[in-house]
């Protein structure tokens, strides 16, 4: 099981910013996509973002051209850089490893943080 630790969020007014990262316990052999989801109040959990060891991305609608994903140089850790928030954007941020593919999420989760944009 890979253990996956998340940077806090936080409160943040619209229009601000904020970066999250995940740090992941170790890389499993053959998984090599990490990435980002969400549950806001009353909600599924839906889609943020996810990246591939080779860089290949992929986003949600709602967040392309505000949000960034990247990995770091070790390959086990994760960041998301969050633009222009909305208070649409408020959810629990889960980081999500240990998957393959682009189209189910990994079996491995942090234990989320909050992301709160609100004036």
């Known amino acids: 099981q890979v253990q996956l630790v998340e940077s806090r969020g936080g409160l943040v007014q619209p229009g601000g910013s904020l970066r999250l990262s995940c740090a992941a316990s170790?890389?499993?052999?053959?998984?090599?996509?990490m990435g980002w989801y969400r549950r806001a109040p009353g909600k599924d959990r839906e889609l943020v973002a996810l990246?591939?060891?080779?860089?290949?991305?992929k986003y949600a609608d709602s967040v392309k051209g505000r949000f960034t994903i990247s990995r770091g140089s070790a390959q086990n850790t994760v960041y998301l850089q969050m633009n222009n928030l909305k208070p649409e954007d408020t959810a629990v941020y889960y980081c999500?490893?240990?998957?393959?593919?682009?189209?189910?999420?990994?079996?491995?989760w942090g234990q989320g943080t909050q992301v709160t944009v609100s004036s």
């Open positions: 999500n490893g240990g998957g393959s593919r682009f189209d189910r999420p990994g079996g491995s």
């Open positions: 170790r890389i499993i052999l053959g998984t090599n996509v």
């Open positions: 990246i591939s060891s080779a860089g290949i991305t």
